[in-house]
């Protein structure tokens, strides 16, 4: 298997980063908040018949009506706070898109991960667009091609954006592995747009 480090501006189709999306300061009071104010939960999975709880917690904010199914779980829908409802409607007005969703982790120290995953799910569309903003510890994002295996490594940044379209999800697969010996924590905003069935 090929590996590489990304250079930000040469990543694979369909990935885009811009580290410095929001200015540190408000990444901090930001993180700071979401952390102390959103309800935290923590699904269970079931992979190979063994149920257990996702290593990262998380909270899903939507419309009214709207639902996600995400791993065999379907997670409690909470209403917009007011700071994440103004940055969704400037994401909006950017990407000309109706964010309708976000789905918020929260990796409470290095040992919190998200295993390899392609955002595919039939209610998000065949070519979604997902923005992803970081907040707090900085972690290794990776992309792998689903065919020719070869691996891109991005530091995500606070502050940062970093886009997923066109064929990124039926392409490649993404992770955050564990990094054990950070302690730091870092929560991630991923808006998204949910079609219903
Ligand atoms: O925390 C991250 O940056 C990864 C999030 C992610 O892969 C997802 O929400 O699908």
């Known amino acids: 298997m090929q590996r590489q480090k990304a250079?930000?501006?040469?990543?694979?189709?369909?990935?885009?980063?811009?580290?410095?999306?929001?200015?540190?300061?408000?990444?901090?009071?930001?993180?700071?908040?979401?952390?102390?104010s959103l309800t935290w939960q923590q699904p269970k999975t079931t992979v190979f018949g063994k149920t257990n709880p996702i290593p990262r917690m998380q909270c899903f904010i939507a419309d009214a009506g709207v639902r996600y199914g995400y791993s065999g779980s379907t997670l409690n829908v909470e209403p917009w706070p007011d700071v994440l409802d103004a940055m969704r409607q400037r994401l909006n007005?950017?990407?000309?898109?109706?964010?309708?969703?976000?789905l918020v982790?929260?990796?409470?120290?290095?040992?919190?991960?998200?295993?390899?995953?392609?955002?595919?799910?039939?209610?998000?569309?065949?070519?979604?667009?997902?923005?992803?903003?970081?907040?707090?510890?900085?972690r290794v994002f990776k992309i792998k091609h689903k065919v020719t295996?070869?691996?891109?490594?991005?530091?995500?940044?606070?502050?940062?954006?970093?886009?997923?379209?066109?064929?990124s999800q039926q392409q490649y697969l993404h992770a955050l592995p564990k990094q054990t010996r950070l302690a730091h924590p870092r929560i991630n905003l991923t808006f998204r747009t949910i079609f219903q069935k």
């Open 149 to 167: 295996k070869e691996v891109t490594s991005l530091t995500l940044h606070s502050g940062s954006c970093l886009v997923m379209n066109g064929l």
């Open 7 to 36: 250079n930000p501006h040469m990543l694979p189709n369909g990935f885009y980063y811009q580290a410095k999306a929001l200015s540190a300061q408000k990444s901090l009071d930001l993180f700071y908040y979401l952390r102390d």
């Open 93 to 102: 007005k950017q990407f000309d898109v109706g964010f309708n969703a976000l």
């Open 105 to 138: 982790n929260l990796y409470r120290d290095g040992n919190d991960c998200m295993g390899w995953h392609a955002d595919d799910e039939a209610e998000l569309g065949y070519e979604p667009i997902i923005v992803s903003i970081s907040l707090g510890a900085e």
